[in-house]
């Protein structure tokens, strides 16, 4: 969580509240760091960070999307901001679809 913080205070993103939500709470096995966060500003985050060796692909955004609606479920909460913050190789494909879809995708995390 340390590492988040720093990582979007070096984007002038300060967070007044984070809170992480296990994938097994929302009813998933796969491999993601689900984080809440509140800004200074009053802007709800969701954030997914993956740590994959293999390529991140269409298929994949798809499962993020799946998942990202069990969380506003979960929550009972519309989130203003999306983040994938993702370590390995992303397909044009998969993130052309998630930018149309409102997702900021990172890669350099």
């Given at each position: 969580?340390?590492?988040?913080?720093?990582?979007?205070?070096?984007?002038?993103v300060?967070?007044?509240?984070?809170?992480?939500?296990s994938?097994?709470?929302?009813g998933?096995?796969?491999?993601?760091?689900?984080?809440?966060?509140?800004?200074?500003?009053?802007?709800?985050y969701?954030?997914?960070?993956?740590?994959?060796?293999?390529?991140?692909?269409?298929?994949?955004?798809?499962?993020?999307?799946?998942?990202?609606?069990?969380?506003?479920?979960?929550q009972?909460?519309?989130?203003?901001?999306?983040?994938?913050?993702?370590s390995?190789?992303?397909?044009?494909?998969?993130?052309?679809f998630?930018?149309?879809?409102?997702?900021s995708?990172r890669?350099?995390?």
């Amino acid at each position: 969580m340390k590492d988040l913080t720093k990582y979007f205070l070096d984007k002038e993103v300060l967070f007044k509240e984070i809170k992480e939500i296990s994938p097994k709470e929302l009813g998933s096995r796969k491999k993601i760091e689900i984080y809440i966060a509140t800004s200074v500003k009053k802007e709800f985050y969701a954030i997914f960070i993956i740590d994959a060796k293999s390529r991140f692909i269409r298929k994949n955004a798809n499962d993020l999307l799946e998942l990202y609606s069990k969380l506003v479920d979960f929550q009972e909460h519309n989130f203003k901001k999306k983040e994938l913050l993702i370590s390995s190789a992303l397909c044009s494909k998969a993130k052309k679809f998630l930018e149309e879809n409102k997702w900021s995708v990172r890669i350099d995390y």
